[in-house]
């Protein structure tokens, strides 16, 4: 069973930066598309990014130029770089993979990282 392992989330001021982490687990697998959703209170989980296996990358409008979405194959690991940051950033971040097992596609979602940006 795959399962994704987030890191990177915190507090930070108006303006700042974090980094996330997400490294996926696991045996006889292998992974497509990768992405980073989220979730803000009291609001419906959204997209943010996602990146293909061949890293073509997606962003909704509210975070291009800000966020940069990026991948490292070997370590089966995706990055979500956020800078200026603002405070409707504010929200607890899932990444997720469309994994190849043996069950056949399954998406996998990690546990949630929090994400707050104070003004």
């Known amino acids: 069973q795959v399962q994704l392992v987030e890191s990177g989330g915190g507090l930070v001021q108006a303006g700042g930066s974090l980094r996330l982490s997400c490294a996926a687990s696991?045996?006889?697998?292998?992974?497509?598309?990768m992405g980073w959703y989220r979730q803000a209170p009291g609001k419906q989980r959204e997209l943010v990014a996602d990146i293909t296996s061949g890293s073509s990358t997606n962003y909704r409008n509210s975070v291009k130029g800000r966020f940069t979405i990026s991948r490292d194959n070997a370590k089966n690991t995706v990055y979500l770089q956020m800078n200026s940051l603002k405070p409707e950033d504010t929200a607890v971040y899932y990444c997720t993979a469309d994994t190849n097992q043996a069950m056949g596609v399954v998406t996998v979602w990690g546990q949630g990282t929090s994400v707050t940006v104070s003004s």
């Open positions: 696991g045996r006889d697998f292998s992974i497509n598309a």
